[in-house]
């Protein structure tokens, strides 16, 4: 691309950008309007875009994580209507039987076998239990489960740690014996609860490694600060987005969703991760444009306006091929498939607009001149990367406040 670019040099631009009126054009363009109003406007503009962003954020702490099984399918594929035949036929837990392996030691309990089947056959939330299956040893034994409720229930995880918590241990103390619970259910709930334990680290991972990226590039504190807590916002109101749809229901049939569903475990994590990522190219793009504009000698707000005014158009197009894409992911019949479209689509567009359209602009119009403060110590010890350095420019230096750094 850059050797490209080498040859086509100025015929690569619209004819009206190859004359000295570019600079007029551009500063009556609409987005230019728009950064100016939201800039001279900075209570309103963040107050009412905060206020928007955490409304659609709030069906999020409602998440429950888990697994979207045969019984997410649409009902015109034939898994699907087989897993509704032994529904009706056996209940709804028999698709997602929980398999209870015991060890019973050198020395077996002949009575702790009949213990366990009776305290699990007495809980409410189990329709059935088997005769336990010995080995050949007689030194393990095999007990199947079936809940009351279809596998990707919460009652269905509220029985797993019930079993395992409560009654197992109580039915097994003093025996010597082993009570585990298993199977594909089981394994899917695990799976669930050890992503939720482990997704906020990983989202304060990922945040703390961009906050010391974004601070050494823009030799800032409060612009990464505020990068990364308008990323989350915008992230966070996508998560509620698909909550509301997928998990509440709210307007699945205009996706064509049979029935609501549990969040598949492993979808806010690969939202985070890929939303995270564009995200960032977007506020990395105009916060770049923004700071070359105030170390040429403007104001903070006319930086802000010459910055959103040149980048808006090519972020809007960008968010337009990106929503685009992640839409079309809508017209396919696996559910966590509608559910990644649909968040992604939601996260980029409220990101594209809300937050750096918005929030951006009017957040760092009533920072000031202190978006681009930084500790002297912290300057002489953080590495210095020059991204857009012109070895024909000199540097331009400017007045600074006390305490301020270059």
Not at 157 to 177: K, M, Q, W
Not at 189 to 215: E, G, H, N, T, Y
Not at 287 to 301: K, M, P, Q, T, V
């Amino acid at each position: 691309l850059p050797a490209l670019l080498s040859v086509a040099r100025h015929r690569i631009l619209p004819k009206h950008q190859r004359t000295e009126r570019q600079s007029t054009e551009v500063a009556h363009s609409g987005w230019v309007s728009w950064a100016r109003w939201v800039a001279h406007h900075p209570w309103r503009s963040s107050i009412g875009a905060t206020v928007v962003l955490v409304t659609l954020a709030i069906p999020m702490l409602d998440m429950r994580l888990g697994q979207a099984d045969a019984g997410s399918d649409p009902t015109t594929t034939t898994h699907r209507r087989a897993y509704d035949l032994l529904a009706t036929g056996f209940g709804d837990g028999f698709n997602g039987p929980l398999l209870i392996a015991v060890d019973l030691g050198d020395n077996p309990d002949p009575t702790v076998l009949d213990r366990l089947s009776s305290s699990v056959a007495a809980d409410p939330g189990v329709r059935a239990v088997s005769p336990p299956e010995l080995n050949a040893t007689g030194d393990t034994a095999l007990i199947t489960a079936i809940p009351t409720t279809k596998p990707q229930d919460q009652a269905t995880s509220d029985l797993v740690h019930r079993l395992r918590n409560d009654l197992l241990p109580a039915a097994t103390t003093g025996t010597g014996a082993e009570a585990l619970v298993g199977g594909p259910t089981a394994g899917f709930i695990d799976q669930s609860d050890k992503i939720a334990d482990r997704l906020p680290w990983f989202i304060a991972a990922v945040v703390s490694m961009s906050f010391l990226l974004l601070m050494v590039v823009f030799r800032s504190i409060l612009v990464p600060l505020k990068a990364a807590l308008l990323n989350l916002l915008s992230i966070g109101a996508a998560y509620g987005v698909v909550v509301a749809v997928f998990q509440w229901g709210w307007g699945r049939s205009l996706i064509g969703l049979d029935e609501a569903v549990p969040i598949a475990s492993f979808v806010p994590m690969m939202m985070f991760a890929i939303l995270f990522g564009l995200s960032m190219d977007y506020e990395v793009f105009i916060l770049s444009r923004i700071r070359e504009e105030y170390h040429r000698g403007h104001s903070n707000i006319d930086s802000i306006v010459e910055g959103l005014g040149a980048t808006a158009g090519v972020i809007t197009a960008a968010a337009l091929i990106m929503i685009s894409v992640f839409v079309g992911f809508v017209a396919s019949d696996d559910p966590v498939v509608k559910m990644m479209g649909v968040g992604l689509a939601t996260a980029v567009a409220v990101d594209a607009t809300i937050v750096r359209m918005v929030l951006v602009p009017s957040t760092m119009a009533l920072v000031g001149d202190a978006n681009w403060w930084l500790p002297r110590w912290l300057d002489r010890i953080l590495p210095h990367l020059d991204m857009e350095s012109d070895p024909d420019q000199q540097p331009l230096e400017l007045p600074l406040a006390e305490g301020a750094s270059r």
